[in-house]
Structures are given as structure tokens and as C-alpha cells.
Nanobody, 118 residues
Framework: QVQLVESGGGLVQAGGSLRLSCAAS????????MGWFRQAPGKEREFVAA????????YYADSVKGRFTISRDNAKNTVYLQMNSLKPEDTALYYC???????????WGQGTQVTVSS
């Protein structure tokens, strides 16, 4: 069993940056593909980024490519999402997900709110 706890969300002006963290419990963290999803009000949850177990493979949604960077520290059981050049349309509840298979995941965090003002 893996528990995921996100942190780092907040209110930021357009063009600013935030760094989300996702702390995971459980000894099998380092074997999982981890990812971030987001859900804006009135919209479906969408994929943002994913990272393979070793950290060498990363994947991004087109909407965040070049602005967001996903990384992980397996020694700390933590995955990060560095978000730069934030836009108002990035406003959403951001979820950490573990053991990804496509858009499905075995484990989900409770979410952290990111609000970008114009």
C-alpha cells in the first residue's frame, strides 16, 4: 500500500513559478511510474506529466511541455513538479498519482490547489 501526500500549491501571479512535492509512503515507491494530473472546475481530470521508476524517462502533456519539469528522488520517496511560466489556465487541483498505467493509477493523493491570477 502506498499513501501520497501533495504539498506546495498556492496562489501565484501569471508568469510565476511553483514547485509541487508528493511524498510517498511504502517501500515500493522506487519501482512505480509516478505522475501528476490536474482537474479544473467543471472539467475532467487531465494528465500533466509522468516519470519512470529510474527518473530517466519523462512524459508531458503538450500544454505544459517546456514549462513544467517532473523529477523524483527515490531516496526521499518524493516526486516533484516544477512549474514555471504559469498561466491562468494552469489553475486546477493537482493530484499526485502512483503506479501509472496510461491515465489510470493505483494510488492517488488528495490534491493540492494551484491558482494562477492574471
Amino acid at each position: 500500500q502506498v499513501q501520497l501526500v501533495e504539498s506546495g500549491g498556492g496562489l501565484v501571479q501569471a508568469g510565476g513559478s511553483l514547485r509541487l512535492s508528493c511524498a510517498a509512503s511504502g517501500r515500493t515507491f522506487s519501482s512505480y511510474t509516478m505522475g501528476w494530473f490536474r482537474q479544473a472546475p467543471g472539467k475532467e481530470r487531465e494528465f500533466v506529466a509522468a516519470i519512470g521508476w529510474s527518473g530517466t524517462s519523462t512524459y508531458y502533456a503538450d500544454s505544459v511541455k517546456g514549462r513544467f519539469t517532473i523529477s523524483r528522488d527515490n531516496a526521499k520517496n518524493t516526486v516533484y513538479l516544477q512549474m514555471n511560466s504559469l498561466k491562468p489556465e494552469d489553475t486546477a487541483l493537482y493530484y499526485c498519482a502512483g503506479d501509472l498505467s496510461g491515465s489510470a493509477a493505483s494510488y492517488w493523493g488528495q490534491g493540492t490547489q494551484v491558482t494562477v491570477s492574471s
